[in-house]
């Protein structure tokens, strides 16, 4: 099995970058179809971005579409989440996720399919 660990998270102002990392341990990234998921208090996870095992599929979120790019580099064993332009309901605990499953066109945004997650990194955007 895979762990991951996240990292990135800051306070910062609407309109700047981040760039989040999930470092995977045990097994390699591309094993798994890579994910990132979000969720802020009182609110339900919500699928940000995915990335599958070929590296040939990239979903986005249509509410981050534009803005967030997924990556991953396999020297490092790690997946990146970089974000640009944010704002300031862009602010949520953010998780990494990895489903050692087939990819799936129809359900790769199901928190659901994820097998293993991290602990999350706080990301916070300020008016």
């Known amino acids: 099995q895979v762990q991951l660990v996240e990292s990135g998270g800051d306070l910062v102002q609407a309109g700047g970058s981040l760039r989040l990392s999930c470092a995977a341990s045990g097994r390699t990234v591309a094993s798994y179809n890579m994910a990132w998921f979000r969720q802020a208090p009182g609110k339900e996870r919500e699928f940000v971005a995915v990335?599958?095992?070929?590296?040939?599929?990239?979903k986005y979120a249509d509410s981050v579409k534009g803005r967030f790019t997924i990556s991953r580099d396999f020297a490092k064993n790690t997946v990146y989440l970089q974000m640009n332009t944010l704002k300031p309901e862009d602010t949520a605990g953010y998780l990494c996720?990895?489903?050692?499953?087939?990819?799936?066109?129809?359900?790769?945004?199901?928190?659901?399919?994820?097998?293993?997650w991290g602990q999350g990194t706080q990301v916070t955007v300020s008016a």
């Open positions: 996720a990895a489903d050692e499953g087939l990819y799936s066109s129809v359900a790769y945004s199901w928190s659901q399919r994820y097998d293993y």
């Open positions: 990335i599958s095992k070929s590296g040939t599929s990239r």
